[in-house]
């Protein structure tokens, strides 16, 4: 392959590493910039790449979930995320959850070990001048890149809130409070721990949520939350059972202590391969630190519970992906400059690694002279695709759904159960998947990556020991 191809990937998260791997999978010379160590963001306490900030799951695993059949995409096709996400899994039920300090160990020792990737430490201020470029820079675009891109674009960049769940340490869990299940028993009885309420509980937990101190945004920044990520004071805002029916509902879970499913519970997570920290699924807040002490320290086992990480709010950023960005993730207005990740309008750790996968997919093959197609839309990862390119009035982020993949028709008029419905589509995309990988896949050097692997795991390895695994 010729050497004279090159690209630079701006941002080292999840789709800023993901494009520069299948850049340099596909003979591109890739210069990753990255600036950290020299900077952070307000949300990021890790110098290594890929760097997970507000939870440790990748969500659901089985292909009954769009995000599992997505996964099972990137999968196939050699991503380098779920590469390190499959070497660095931790007991989550039926979801794909890792320890973070392996995973980013793991992605970091990947990309600095590729002979055609070339890591650089610095501030991104404003678009660079070399073409290609991808900026993969994430919800925390730095606000004068941001402003760049806005005045390039000619109109303001949309932006809304995420928010960050707490970690406890596991050893200040009381476990005479608590028990150990999975909903429905997916995975183990031993993947979450639950604090179990009673009504009494659960709505005094509530209004101890809705009357607590919270952190005000700034005067010039309006709060505009993701659906999928709504910090829980703002659900419980929506009504005093919204929680008993969102991440604090008790379906499928018993009290073996009671034999009856609690009014309401809480569901803590591992955190690590060590099983130290356990984090408050669903419980992203923007209470202030105080205040989430007081209350999280309501609920059954978590009286003296120690804080490893408190809830934070941080800002999302991303364009009108339909209005800028062409079918390639190429600004319309700036010709040479693709956009990958949570910047474009997806929502969720993979989903941004699958952009970041297709992005540099299909700019290696236009460097190389190949055509570049999308995935088939009826692919999790083409409905995504789609999700960037339909036009709508108000374009918001997106997690994979399986309503982003066209329904399967039912033949005579029958009505199909769900979960057959559901069983076609994940077969239909896989294959029509496969279908599309085999020709992107052309070029795509397996024994580097196998090479590389090896190094990975090394790192993952070295990482676990030092955390005491």
Known sequence: MSSSLRATVVGGGLAGCEAA????????????????????????????????????????AALANAVGLLKEELRRAGSLILTAADLTAVPAGGALAVDRESFGATVSAAIDAHPRITRIAAEVTAIPDERPVVLATGPLTGDALAAALTAALGEEQLAYYDAIAPIVAADSIDESRVFRQSRYDKGGDDAYVNC???????????????????????????PRYFEGCLPVEVMASRGRETLAFGPMKPVGLVDPRTGRSPYAAVQLRQEDFAATAYNLVGFQTRMTWGAQAKVFRMLPGLENAEFLRFGSVHRNTFVNAPKVLTRSLELRALPGVFLAGQITGVEGYVESAACGFVCGVMLARSLRGETSEPPPPTTAMGGLMTHLATAREDFQPSN??????????????????????????????????????????????????????????????????????
């Open 196 to 222: 179990p309420l009673d009504e009494d509980g659960y709505h005094a937990f509530v209004d101890a949520l809705l009357a607590a101190d919270k952190v005000a945004p700034r005067a010039f920044e309006e």
């Open 400 to 469: 994979v759904t399986w309503a982003l993949l066209p329904p399967i028709a039912d033949p005579g008029r029958k009505k199909i159960p769900k979960i057959e419905r559901i069983a076609r589509a994940g077969a239909r995309a896989l294959a029509d998947f496969d279908g599309w990988n085999a020709v992107v896949a052309e070029g795509f050097e397996r024994g580097v990556v196998e090479r590389v692997t090896v190094a990975s795991t090394a790192a993952s390895t070295a990482a676990s020991c030092a955390s005491g695994v």
């Open 21 to 60: 791997w299948q850049l340099a999978c596909r003979g591109v010379e890739v210069t990753l910039v990255e600036q950290k160590p020299l900077r952070r963001t307000p949300a990021q306490s890790s110098d290594a790449l890929a760097e997970l900030v507000c939870s440790n799951s990748l969500r659901g």
